[in-house]
């Protein structure tokens, strides 16, 4: 994951080339221990967000909560955007008992995955028309423990294998990741209509409860997976001699370290991480809320944006890394920004069409198609700017700063809609992606040194 700025004056090698590995023996990297024990971890990973978001507002609107009250408790999406705070200490911090019995690495997603249990066992069970707190109690509980889930396996992924590795890894992460993306999407929806009784339209809380309690037994394979996982070797750093010290090794040293390597260009990237996403994040959480207003059935919304959706996003990742290799990274950024921008237009002209199935999937096409191309490019580009010695804390900062102001936003789009209506806010959201264009023309005019 990556790396400092190239050094200079290095002496060229004068060893031959090592030998391209066979097809056979690339492919058979994918059937690897570590690999398929990644494509576990990454489902365990992937299931909770949506659980506590996009699913989460279906739910609600469903129940009748106002849309602006929706948009506001999006900010449980926060915790996402702060897990750099917390970081450093899931980074080096030993857990009492449980890091003796697994290793650092695998007591912190233990102690992470029982939490999200507990947590979506608390949301199955808490009835948002009796009243919200314990639902945002327990959501909030599954977003901390998702996020802490998420800094952990970022390190254990990096340390279960060497440079050569790391592209498989991540690719089975990622379709882990969307096929639980799938299930806590489609899955959740297709649980719930199956569970209701009679044909009585509006909302059956049992319905969602027997949903969210499956979901919450979901995460039991990456439990087992943790279980019997090794844990990874590690870089060992000598062991600090007060507190001061500690801390300025686990918390200090990796923000200063990507501070001395880039300088004053740290500005320009950390503001183009900040709001390269906005678009698409601002306009997501007020999608599920259209959906039910414009009147499609959980069948069709788990159907067409939570399979069809996912897998043209994984299509458009595929694009995407095959276009970085072609064009360049900076170049896909650049093309993924200005089609996630505009393939939120095609959500106002969608609120014109009424319920028009056909008009869903056109628009859902487009839209996850541009997704999955501009976070293809975007997480290789974040991958180049980690550091490998200090993987955890500085991934963890990136994609921190990647959801945080969109996050924010994202809170007030509830109340957005409310005063101007569905086809205004989508154009809006758009327009958001425009300063987003600059900040990539000047960010691909630095020296490639400092990417």
């Not at 279906?58 to 917390?86: C, M, N, P, Q």
């Not at 740290?266 to 999608?287: C, E, H, K, P, Q």
């Amino acid at each position: 994951m990556t790396s400092s700025a190239p050094e200079t004056g290095q002496v060229k090698s004068t060893s031959p080339p090592a030998a391209r590995p066979s097809w056979g023996a690339t492919l058979r990297v994918y059937l690897e221990p570590a690999t398929l024990r990644m494509l576990a971890l990454g489902f365990a990973a992937g299931l909770p967000l949506l659980l506590v978001l996009g699913t989460l507002s279906f739910r609600l609107r469903e129940a009748g909560i106002d849309r602006a009250t929706i948009g506001h408790l999006s900010w449980v999406g926060l915790a996402y955007g702060f897990k750099w705070a917390w970081a450093p200490l899931v980074d080096r911090l030993p857990l009492p008992g449980l890091t003796r019995w697994l290793g650092l690495r695998r007591s912190w997603l233990l102690l992470s995955q029982g939490a999200i249990m507990a947590g979506l066992a608390g949301m199955a069970l808490a009835n948002p028309q009796l009243g919200l707190p314990p639902v945002v109690g327990f959501a909030l509980l599954v977003a901390f423990a998702s996020a802490t889930q998420d800094i952990s396996l970022d390190a254990f992924r990096i340390e279960s294998a060497g440079v050569e590795r790391q592209a498989a890894l991540a690719a089975a992460y990622q379709t882990g990741y969307r096929m639980a993306m799938i299930w806590a999407g489609a899955g959740v929806l297709w649980l719930a209509a199956r569970a209701e009784v009679g044909a009585a339209a509006g909302y059956q809380d049992a319905a969602w409860q027997t949903a969210y309690l499956v979901m919450a037994a979901s995460m039991l394979p990456g439990v087992l997976t943790v279980l019997l996982s090794p844990e990874p070797a590690r870089h060992v750093l000598p062991p600090a001699r007060n507190l001061a010290q500690w801390l300025q090794g686990a918390v200090v040293e990796p923000f200063a370290d990507f501070l001395r390597r880039y300088r004053w260009q740290a500005t320009l990237i950390l503001a183009l991480i900040a709001v390269y996403r906005i678009s698409d994040v601002v306009m997501g959480i007020m999608a599920n809320p259209f959906y039910v207003d414009m009147g499609y059935t959980k069948d069709e919304v788990a159907a067409v944006t939570k399979i069809y959706g996912v897998i043209m996003t994984l299509v458009g990742a595929f694009v995407g890394g095959a276009l970085s290799l072609r064009l360049g990274v900076m170049r896909v950024l650049m093309l993924g920004a200005v089609l996630s921008a505009a393939s939120n237009l095609l959500f106002a002209w969608l609120g014109t069409r009424g319920h028009d199935v056909t008009a869903l999937i056109l628009v859902i096409s487009a839209d996850n198609l541009a997704s999955g191309l501009a976070s293809s490019a975007f997480i290789g580009y974040l991958s180049s700017l980690t550091n490998i010695s200090y993987s955890a804390t500085q991934y963890a900062l990136f994609s921190s700063l990647m959801l945080l102001a969109p996050k924010f936003l994202a809170g007030f789009s509830g109340d957005y809609v409310d005063a101007y209506g569905y086809s205004q806010f989508f154009v809006s959201t758009a327009l958001l992606g425009v300063p987003v264009l600059l900040l990539v023309a000047l960010a691909a005019r630095l020296p490639a040194r400092a990417r």
